[in-house]
């Protein structure tokens, strides 16, 4: 796609003249130094992962002039982010803090007001400020990805302690998880697994949350609810602070490992396999977060175009799909089950022959000998990722379109054939309606499972963004009519998504609204993040 | 002791006349029927653990008059509850609820503001409304007990599912919840398995918390989350609302299970053996939340009072309590790790054996043989409390003084040999200055321990009471000097306990009196509960 190369005038925020607005940025570049300070007065590019832009979102599904940030300031320390909290209090300019960024799917590095301050945290706050080799914790500044956390841990030789990743491995540890992102090791629920926060409030103090509020203490890592009311919660999917330190767990070696992969010929198959899954996962059997994949998404994971398979408009037809399905290693069939078993030999024998006799009674399952699979192989993928080993192999879909990006459809159910029956139904009819290829995969928690639909576009094409944005549109609905709600979503349905969650008449949102004007009076900070508006918002028009 | 047997007058909260008060009542009787509002004009009686009172603590550490409460209503249901708050929100009468007031050691029924009108939800809300055995999950009122809830899934017949109960099965699985109680089964962290609120407010709104905010879902006791912010932490330890539902998770049949007893000569084998329970715990071949105890509370645990051993004051000579403990089936000791392994017979066998390898490490240590033990010794009781099965045998210590009362300190700390030895000193050297006994015992969670001393004193014995709330104060006092803060705490201590988390000058103090005022800004909810004040109690000498 050609970038227009002239300098851009930078968006404004709303509410606030250019001339003041450049006043107040010199200001701040007086504070934190000129070079800590960017105008985002140049062209807008997406680069790609690793090297990601800051100022938008690089898999926009609106214009990305749409969703842009007027500046980006870059913090060294908790102070800093202080001052600058103090600073946008007093033009009322909107902040919209990221780690790292890299939120693809759920809106990017993209700020949800245009024309806000991005603070950039983990350009320059990216120090691994503790790893504990007795207690199995570490504490970590937002610019900590899974990568850095993962190598610093090999450095040190301690080779007793894992991380969990989740797909990529080039997020931030700390905005994924307070975003609430899951990981495929038995330490996956990331927010389960954190212990003690710090934050930075709207109106400029710091606090630390759980035993970190205790000054000398040597539990802030290790007990994550210190006494009286336990507040992490709400510094997670909100607008209430700017996180600036997180504690995590870590997971013990389990002393050996062994991923599986059993495929399962017929879209039928997804429900009596749920019902198998279930007593096994809440037992423990089934160790991991595992996902439950689609072939179609198995096939677009191999990184080649879609154009290679099918030519015309359309969703790519089954027979298509299965005809390529064949000729890989793995051979067709419609669903994947990767899975991944802990401990030493004799104990991961007890449990895979429990799974082995439970998934083999589906006809047509397969257990798949995976000594016969090429090192490049996607299982691989899944084999390291379940092993603490951050991995990008799960880009390879993003190839499936030419400029691919893609967007989620996350709606949480019970592990229930029922439920998996009539999310696949649902999922399936809207992409069929709007001509999408269907990439469903379940990931299976513990209780729950995310379903979570990749709708793979092509940014540069306006009908397709267009087409994945009304499926999504309608999926959130849909799924909200049978009872089904989303653990996360994008940027541009933030406002939609939380109104489904519309008990007692919005009860829930009322009660968040209060909290944030009670913590945020100017509301500057990420206004409509989530589908909170603050006072000074609300009512004008800003949902969309 | 001698009951007053005449009337009293009622106690009224301040800042009301009493005829006011009186009308404001007879006002609320009209809402609620005259026989669901008492007054408390009747004597006071402390009555025993199955028929305590909801008026005053029954273990009281002040003079029962001091945190009584004026009146009791009772709520059938959660409409009732919105009713009685706003109600109070109009006369500005402080209200306090209770689930099931037996929350002993930290409180029990008592308000924290004298006069207030305690809510005795678990009177009439007591029913379990769902118990899901697909699920493995329950939703419960406030006024279900673990042996209720217990009971409930036998007469079922869902052998496939446990609960998981604290030492004493009595108390309620909403109340026990949300104070974060801790039992001692793999799901012993009662608030992390929780899932799903619904919550009156402090201004009489209901909300549902996590998915339960979407109108038709299925999944608000199987996932805890929901979208936007993730508030339920913050109804716990707090005096933010009234919780009137609560989901809980259960645990799997783990298909097989064996309690083990271990016991350690020395008082100086703790720290080594912590330093050995630590990587066990935390890599879950430790898998419970398993109790060290010292052995002075094993013998009080027999139920005998301490006068049949030792009958001047001061604390009981080690050397008696070494001769008595030599006596008993299980021999004399120092310390014993009470501990349960789960699973299938040969799966037990592996951990077991790592077990047992580790703890014979420490000289002296023995392997008791469980077999041998007569039916009422107290290793069953711990055996099935660890099973899940709820039981009261615990109480038997509290016999150990005449007019048996107790207090509870509660410090957290990692698993670690010298965090053990320095709040082991600390707690020792307390009580012997104070003349009072030490019953020290670990309760080892994943990655930290909680210890819980428990002080027994004659609660009529005005010196002795003293004696346990000045030693208790120097206590928190001095292990907040050295980093180590309780995970919760009884009502007198609460303000202290508060004050110690005092990091960045009171910061977390300020946030929750700034949520506080938010949500009750009439300050009518629990005042002074965990330190929290609202504005109009706020520096008026309501501490203490
Ligand atoms: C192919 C592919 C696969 C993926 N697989 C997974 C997966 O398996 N699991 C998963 O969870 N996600 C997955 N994602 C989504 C996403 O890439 C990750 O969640 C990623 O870790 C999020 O980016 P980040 O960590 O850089 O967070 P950021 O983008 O830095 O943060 C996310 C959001 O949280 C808020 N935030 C961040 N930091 C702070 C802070 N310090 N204070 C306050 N608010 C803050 C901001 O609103 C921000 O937009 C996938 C994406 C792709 C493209
Ligand atoms: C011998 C002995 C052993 C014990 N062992 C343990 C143990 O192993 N683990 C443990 O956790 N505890 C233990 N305890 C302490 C206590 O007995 C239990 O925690 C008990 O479950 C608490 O009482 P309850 O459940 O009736 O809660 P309640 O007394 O009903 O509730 C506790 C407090 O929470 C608040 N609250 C209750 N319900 C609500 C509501 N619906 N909305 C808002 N606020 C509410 C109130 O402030 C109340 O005072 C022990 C006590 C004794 C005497």
């Known amino acids: 796609k050609p ?14 003249e250019r001339d003041d607005f450049l006043k107040a940025l010199a200001e701040l570049k007086g504070q934190l130094g000129a070079e800590h300070v960017e105008v985002n007065d140049k062209p ?5 992962y690793m090297e990601h832009p800051n100022t938008h979102d690089m898999m926009t599904i609106l214009d990305e002039e749409e969703l842009v940030a007027s500046a980006v300031v870059y913090p060294s320390n908790t102070e800093e982010v202080q001052e600058i909290v103090r600073w946008a209090n007093k033009y009322r300019i909107p902040i919209f803090p990221i780690s790292m960024g890299r939120n693809l799917g759920y809106g990017g590095a993209a700020p949800r007001v245009r024309g806000s301050v991005t603070i950039d945290l983990g350009k320059r706050m990216n120090k691994i400020l503790d790893i504990n080799p007795e207690d199995y914790t570490c504490l970590v500044e937002p610019g900590v990805s899974f990568y850095a956390l993962y190598e610093a841990i090999q450095e040190k030789g301690y080779d007793h302690m894992w991380i969990d990743s989740p797909d990529l491995g080039g997020g931030s540890v700390l905005g994924n998880t307070i975003d609430r992102g899951v990981g495929y090791t038995p330490y996956g629920d990331h927010w389960a697994c954190h212990s003690g926060l710090e934050v930075v409030l709207p109106t400029g103090e710091a606090i630390r949350t759980g035993m970190g509020a205790l000054p000398g203490n ?12 336990y507040s992490d919660g709400i510094f997670s999917q909100s607008n209430y602070g700017i996180v600036t330190k997180m504690g995590m767990t870590l997971m013990p070696n389990p002393g050996g490992y062994e991923s599986f992969l059993y495929t399962f010929q017929k879209e039928e198959d997804l429900a009596p396999l ?18 439950v994949r ?10 080649l175009p879609r154009a290679t398979f099918f030519s015309s408009s359309g969703p790519i037809p089954n027979n298509i799909i299965h005809a390529a ?29 429990l799974v082995d006799s439970e998934f083999l009674k589906i006809p047509g399952a397969k257990k798949i000998d995976t000594s016969t699979l090429p090192p490049d192989e996607y299982f691989w993928a899944r084999d390291r990722v379940a092993a603490g080993v951050p991995d990008i192999h799960e880009l390879r879909w993003v190839n499936w379109t030419p400029n691919g990006a893609h967007i989620a459809f996350s709606p949480v159910s019970p592990i229930r054939g029922t439920d998996a029956t009539a999310l696949f139904a649902l999922g399936k009819a809207a992409h069929d309606k709007y001509g999408i290829d269907f990439f469903p995969a ?38 909200a009519e049978l009872g089904y709600g989303e653990y ?17 008449d919005g009860a829930i949102m009322k009660f968040n609204e209060k909290l944030k004007d009670a913590l945020d009076p100017n509301g500057i900070l990420a206004p409509g993040r989530c589908g909170i508006w603050p006072k000074r918002y609300r009512g004008r028009g800003w949902e969309m």
């Open 218 to 229: 040597n539990t802030w890592q290790s007990f994550p609810y210190g006494f009286g009311p």
């Open 274 to 291: 749920m019902e198998i899954i279930r007593p096994l996962r809440i037992s423990n059997i089934l160790e991991n977060v595992a996902q």
């Open 442 to 479: 379940f990931c299976v928690g513990l209780r729950e499972m995310h379903l979570i639909v990749e709708i793979v576009f092509d940014r540069d094409d306006v009908k397709a963004r267009k087409a994945a944005l009304d499926c999504l549109r309608d999926l959130v609905d849909e799924a």
């Open 325 to 353: 399905a064949a000729k890989t290693p793995v051979g067709d069939h419609t669903w994947a089950y990767y899975g991944m078993s802990y401990g030493p030999a004799h104990i991961r024998a007890h449990k895979l022959a």
């Open 488 to 504: 996360r979503t994008h940027l541009v349905l933030m406002d939609q998504v939380a109104k489904t969650y519309s008990w007692n």
């Open 44 to 48: 807008l590019r997406d680069g790609w």
């Open 3 to 16: 970038i227009n190369e002239r300098q851009r005038l930078p968006v404004v925020p709303q509410g606030i």
């Open 294 to 303: 689609h072939v179609t998404q198995a096939i677009a994971a191999r990184g």
